[in-house]
């Protein structure tokens, strides 16, 4: 079981509030992530719920690429949330730097500044991305797909 599945099911055993920072998105992320939260999607659900600050939080769901004038930012908003805490890094610019990870103001991904527990990667994510991401490392979905052993592929 992996730390991030001991770490929820200890510690966020009935909900888990999330705090939505955007480090410099276009906002396709952004939208993504308002998406869970409506009726179609309902992430609440599944106990998660969106708050309004990071002193609420026992999640963060970083995206954009880090840019220079929000490494501070983003640092201020890790060290408000209270321990224990689970950090993830959405989309591609979050994990990465997306297509601006060579560019003079991006210091690049997420991780570079606070440590990160999941990636959910995409140009945007979908909303299904993300809310399988994070049911999954909540330990509240099974696996999708069963992965196949050579000798199965042999056969």
């Known amino acids: 079981m992996s730390f991030i599945k001991k770490l929820a099911q200890r510690a966020f055993k009935k909900s888990i509030w999330v705090f939505h920072v955007n480090t410099g998105a276009c906002n396709g992320c952004d939208i993504e ?9 309902d992430i609440e659900r599944f106990g998660m719920k969106a708050v309004s ?3 609420h939080a026992d999640a963060l769901v970083i995206s954009g690429p880090v840019t220079r004038p929000t490494v501070d930012f983003v640092k201020k908003v890790y060290e408000a949330t209270p321990e224990p805490k689970i950090v993830i890094a959405l989309g591609s610019c979050a994990t990465a730097g997306g297509i601006w990870f060579d560019s003079y103001n991006v210091v690049g991904g997420v991780d570079k500044i606070v440590p990160v527990n999941l990636y959910i990667p995409g140009c945007p994510p979908r909303p299904e991305a993300i809310l399988f991401g994070i049911a999954k490392a909540l330990g509240i979905s099974k696996e999708k797909i069963k992965p196949l052993v050579a000798e199965e592929i042999e056969s």
């Open 33 to 41: 992530l308002v998406d869970i939260l409506t009726p179609y999607y």
């Open 53 to 55: 600050s990071p002193r």
